[in-house]
């Protein structure tokens, strides 16, 4: 067992990477539960499907188009941090138009899929 806790990664659009800066978070979706607490105490739960969902900051090079960032959708991405465990996003869209920031030197990237899967 290794003691190496996350510290990167490396998304990955088609056959290329999409260079980021470091923060990017990963949500895989699947069942939210929502407590549904009754008058006598008793705690129920109702479900719900949440959808994956993927948030970074692009290093806005010569290489990336704003618009292809833009018009993203029905692609295939894959989230691989430094610890393995990768996560491919099926159907990935963007869920917002990315912004650029020419201060802090990044574009926003928001992305959602039809589901993740663990690879």
């Known amino acids: 067992m290794s003691n190496q ?3 990167r990664a490396k998304i990955r659009l088609g056959s290329g ?8 978070t990963f949500d895989p979706g ?10 006598s105490g008793k705690t129920f739960f109702s479900e719900e499907t949440a959808s994956p969902s993927l948030k970074c900051s692009v290093m806005p090079t010569a290489d ?8 993203l959708k029905d692609a295939t991405v894959i989230f691989e941090p ?6 491919m996003m099926v159907k990935a869209f963007v869920t917002e138009p990315p912004v650029m920031d020419v201060s802090g030197k990044s574009i ?12």
């Not at 699947?30 to 008058?39: A, C, I």
């Not at 430094?82 to 996560?87: A, I, L, R, T």
């Not at 926003?108 to 663990?118: D, G, K, M, P, R």
């Open 108 to 119: 926003s990237l928001n992305l959602s899929a039809e589901y993740s899967e663990e690879v």
């Open 5 to 7: 806790i996350v510290g």
């Open 30 to 39: 699947g069942v939210k539960r929502n407590p549904e607490p009754s008058d």
């Open 82 to 87: 430094d610890v393995g465990k990768s996560w």
């Open 17 to 24: 990477e999409i260079l980021t800066k470091k923060g990017a």
């Open 64 to 71: 990336i188009s704003l618009a292809e960032l833009r018009d």
